[in-house]
């Protein structure tokens, strides 16, 4: 489809079709566009307004937004309501599709900011900013700075609760005033928009945000977070349901091992090695585990001899368990308290992750592994009500698995005592202690009653470890941790084969459409970088008759877990997502991920493609390289294509050359070529399974190289 043809096919009436499934109902029942004709003209008056489900009812689903484009209409709605939202009628309605200037931008604000990359994913400043100006015109929020994001902040609010003042501010950020709570319900939202996947992008870095900087809770002066997730299933069938391994999984054996550190105690061969209780053993066994994956044979004996530990192996590989069987050996082992109702619980484990599905993911394997033991795993995480939170809390609570801004709510509540705290798990570490989650991390481990790094055993787990925050990490770690690194420490997994494609802005969504249908119904993840064009695509492919759903942060929680639910059971093959489904999501038979638009890092890239080539199952990723915007990754890409052995493409390599930055191992934009452990305690290559070894002493920074 040229993009001349943008505007006609957009407005065809089978817009709807990108309701989500589980959503037609709702829409078709309320649905009359009547909210899109009260929708502001300016994006600065669109912050208040109707959520994304008006987007779809009015917009999509009558075709209106998208029809009405012209000045004229755009002047009338502003005339009539305050209560319009999101960009829908203008910003995405005019700018968007009708004169296909999707990717062109103009000069209204919000494709001026969405052309800044301010309105990405991984923005959110300004674009906050903008809407507190509307809010003041409302009788909210009222600010406009480019703060406001802090302002509207629940995470800062909680965290002054606990550590400090608070921001008065906040308040009237209050019922659906927040970007996140478009919807006015403030359903499931709660704010938590940027949270784990929000960037800065001003520096052009990411810095992602901390959840709790987008307010998750729900619980002080913003919107009432109503979402109760679900339970999971509770037959054994259920619990214990995995895919299978893949062809190359015996092919993880002759994998390089790097550990380093002093004694590290030798890898273990077989789960028998690891003298795990009966209970544990039928666990593994009925989860189909029959053999240890490297990082798996590292990791147990060292976390089971009580070792700190910072372990980075290639995606899809099985650090979940690498860390869950050893930390439950261990409380089987010292005959935990069984878990019972108190109003105030001492988890003797806490884990955290970034974003909400991979916690609950997480969750649902300690649940699967601790299955007939007396150890109770619980779940809370942003997006959903507060007090369903609490109500699991207080049944129980053994092993905490927590997004980080719930996890500081509920501190400050006073439903967790860290006093028994014995491990603490930061699963993708290297995110966690970035600048987005790296401040909440801090307050956590100087949370009164938190055990100090010398009383606790600390594990962190990442697919990639760039130099900086590896050096970040000692502030949590005891100095005598052990470092592992299967394969190249940020490599990408070679399970996956890499294609990347020369595609310039303007061919992509054809490119797209092809490559889709020639897929046919395989399950296939598609990235983009910002929360607006995920819809963006995700609508258009249902137009163009694709069956697709969409994840990102400015969806509801409960709209994320019926994307993921529909994207899992194949309802929905194609997902469109942003970063915040880049990390830890183990979803069975993805065939595919298309990198729509790259991501600004190449640790983003290597974890977008690991939704792929799972566990020994082979997988393809596809990546749109715009050398407009693109060439900065060029470098990086030819390292990580290479490492994996993967075919670099020449104009690839050109490019890489001719952008060429000398130094360039040291870039702080997500560092492919930290091969190892940065205390520089370099260490013998081992085959996974045959041996470890320990370090030299650590070294001064000049001679490393
Ligand atoms: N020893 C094993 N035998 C069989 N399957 C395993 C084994 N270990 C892990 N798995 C399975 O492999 C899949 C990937 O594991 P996991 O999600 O822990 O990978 P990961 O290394 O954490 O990936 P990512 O870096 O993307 O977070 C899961 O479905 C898990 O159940």
Redesign the pocket.
């Known amino acids: 489809m040229g993009d001349e043809d943008w505007e006609a096919e957009i407005i065809k009436p089978h817009m709807s079709s990108y309701v989500p499934v589980f959503e037609k109902e709702r829409y078709s029942s309320g649905a009359n566009g009547d909210t899109f004709n009260r929708t502001p003209a300016s994006s600065s008056e669109m912050d208040d307004g109707p959520s994304r489900d008006h987007f779809m009812r009015s917009g999509f689903a009558s075709g209106r937004s998208l029809g009405n484009r012209d000045a004229g209409e755009s002047s009338k709605r502003e005339n009539t309501s305050t209560v319009g939202g999101f960009g829908v009628g203008k910003s995405f309605g005019n700018r968007g599709f009708s004169n296909n200037k999707f990717e062109e931008g103009d000069s209204s604000g919000f494709w001026r900011r969405y052309q800044d990359g301010n309105d990405s994913e991984a923005s959110g400043s300004s674009r906050r900013g903008g809407r507190g100006g509307f809010r003041g015109r409302s009788g909210g929020f009222g600010l406009g700075s480019s703060n406001s994001e802090y302002e509207q902040d629940e995470g800062m609010q909680r965290a002054g609760g606990l550590f400090g003042s608070r921001r008065p501010t906040l308040s009237g950020a209050g019922n659906g005033d927040t970007y996140q709570n478009r919807s006015g319900s403030g359903s499931g939202r709660g704010g938590y928009k940027g949270l784990n996947e929000e960037v800065i992008t001003g520096s052009g870095k990411n810095s992602w945000k901390s959840e709790a900087e987008g307010g998750e809770s729900g619980d002080t002066q913003g919107p009432k977070v109503t979402y109760i997730p679900p339970p999971p299933p509770e037959d054994e069938d259920s619990i214990f349901a995995?895919?299978q391994?893949g062809i190359n999984?015996d092919k993880y054996d002759t994998i390089l091992v790097e550990v380093s550190g002093h004694d590290a105690p030798p890898a273990i061969l077989t789960?028998e090695e690891a003298n795990l209780c009966q209970t544990l053993n039928n666990n593994?066994a009925k989860?189909?585990?029959?053999?240890?994956?490297p990082?798996?044979k590292y990791s147990i004996p060292i976390i089971l001899a009580g070792r700190d530990l910072m372990a980075c192996?290639?995606?899809?590989?099985?650090?979940?368990?690498?860390f869950l069987l050893p930390i439950l050996a261990h409380m089987m082992c010292d005959g935990i308290t069984a878990s019972r109702f108190k109003d105030l619980q001492e988890p003797e484990c806490i884990i955290v992750a970034p974003t909400r599905e991979?916690i609950n993911?997480i969750y649902l394997?300690a649940r699967k592994f601790s299955f007939g033991t007396c150890v109770r795993a619980v779940v809370i995480y942003g997006g959903t009500q507060l007090g369903h939170s609490i109500r699991q809390i207080v049944q129980g609570c053994n092993i905490l698995c927590a997004t980080p801004g719930r996890l500081m709510d509920i501190i400050g509540k006073e439903k967790i005592g860290l006093r028994q705290v014995k491990y603490l798990v930061l699963?993708?570490a290297d995110r966690m202690l970035d600048m987005g989650f790296g401040p909440e991390m801090r307050k956590l481990i100087s949370c009164p009653g938190m055990p100090s790094k010398e009383q606790r055993q600390t594990l962190m787990?990442?697919?990639t470890f760039p130099e900086e925050i590896q050096k970040l990490a000692g502030e949590f770690l005891k100095s005598d941790y052990l470092f592992v690194a299967v394969g190249q420490v940020g490599g990408a997994c070679r399970d996956v084969q890499q294609t990347i494609l020369q595609v310039g802005q303007y061919s992509k969504r054809e490119k797209l459409v092809e490559i889709l249908r020639n897929i046919g119904d395989e399950r296939t993840m598609v990235f983009v970088e910002t929360k607006k064009k995920a819809d963006f695509i995700a609508t258009f492919l249902c137009q163009e008759k694709i069956s697709t759903t969409s994840i990102h942060g400015d969806r509801e929680q409960r709209e994320r877990e019926q994307a993921l639910g529909d994207f899992r059971c194949g309802k929905c093959p194609v997902l469109v997502a942003t970063s915040v489904a880049a990390?830890?999501?183990?979803i069975?038979n993805v065939q595919h991920v298309i990198n729509f638009d790259l991501p600004s890092t190449i640790d983003e890239y290597v974890?977008r493609i690991?939704?792929t080539g799972?566990?020994?199952n082979t997988g393809r990723a596809i990546s749109f390289f715009d050398p407009e915007s693109d060439n900065h990754l060029a470098q990086p890409l030819v390292k990580v294509l290479s490492d994996a052995q993967q075919d670099v493409p020449a104009w690839l390599e050109e490019i890489a050359f001719s952008t060429y930055v000398p130094g360039f191992s040291g870039s702080a934009r997500g560092n492919v070529f930290a091969s190892v452990d940065t205390r520089k305690g370099k260490n013998t290559l081992n085959t996974a399974g045959f041996s470890s070894s320990q370090a030299p002493n650590p070294v001064d920074d000049e001679s490393w190289d």
């Open positions: 995995h895919y391994t999984f789960f593994i989860a189909g585990y029959t053999k240890l994956t990082v798996q192996a290639q995606t899809g590989s099985g650090k979940t368990a690498a991979l993911q394997e699963d993708e787990f990442s697919a990390r830890g999501l183990d069975e974890h690991g939704r799972r566990c020994g």
